[in-house]
C-alpha cells in the first residue's frame, strides 16, 4: 500500500479540470464508525454538491475495491500492501478497555493488566478468528493480555450491548464508548493511553488522474474526521 501523507494537487490530473464534484462516488465504510463519523461527513458534502451522488454501502467486510467499482473507502487498522490501491492516513481511533458499574461492583475493578486474566471478556471476531486486544506495557511493549473470552460479535453495537448489560469488560473505540460513559453505563478500565490505538485512512484505486468527486471527499474526510474522533475521545479520559 502506498501512503499519501499529503495529496500534490499538481501531480494528480483532475477530470476534465471540473471544480465542482459531479456524478456518482461510491463508498465502503465500517458499519458504525461509517455511520457515526464519516455519513455526517459524506452528507454534508452532498448538502453542499447537488450534483453530487452519493452511495455508502455500511460493511464491516474489506471490499474488492476494483472489482467492486467502489470510488473510495475508509479502513481502520494496518493496511496490506497493495499494488492496485493507494491510501491516505485520516486520523487515529484510539480504544479503551471498559465495563459496566454492574459488573465492576461484582467482580472488581482490574487494577494492572495482569489482573485482566481474571476477568470475562467480550471479543470481536469474524469467520473463526478473535481480534486480540493490544495493550501498552511500556511505551515500547505491547502486549496481548489474556481474558476469559466468552462472548464473540461480529458487531461492535452487539459488543457495546453486551458490556452495557454487565457481561463482561469489552475493547471499544472511544468514539463509541463516550456517550455510555456520560450516561454512567460504562466506565473505562484501561484509558486511551494504555491501550493500542488503530489508524483510520482513505482508500481509493490508484490510477493516473483523481477525479473531482473523489479529491473533494478525501479532503472533506482529512479535515472532519480528526476532529469527530478526538472530541468524542475526550470524553473518556
Known sequence: MRALAELDAGALALDSGKSEPVGRLRVSVPVLFGRHCVAPVLLALGSQYPKLVIEISFNDHVVDMVEEGYDLAVRIGKLPDSSTLVARRLGTQRMVICASPSYLSQHGIPTSIEDLSKHVGIAYGRSGRITPWVVKESADHELNPQVDIRLVFDDLQAIT????????????????????????????????????PAEIYAVWPQSHYLPTKTRTAIDALAAEIPGKVGQLEQANR
Not at 167 to 187: D, F, Q, V
Open 161 to 196: 450491548d453486551a458490556a452495557v448489560a454487565g457481561l463482561g469488560l469489552a475493547w471499544l473505540p472511544c468514539w463509541l464508548m463516550a456517550k455510555h460513559a456520560r450516561a454512567g453505563e460504562l466506565e473505562m478500565v484501561l484509558n486511551c493511553d494504555n491501550v493500542l
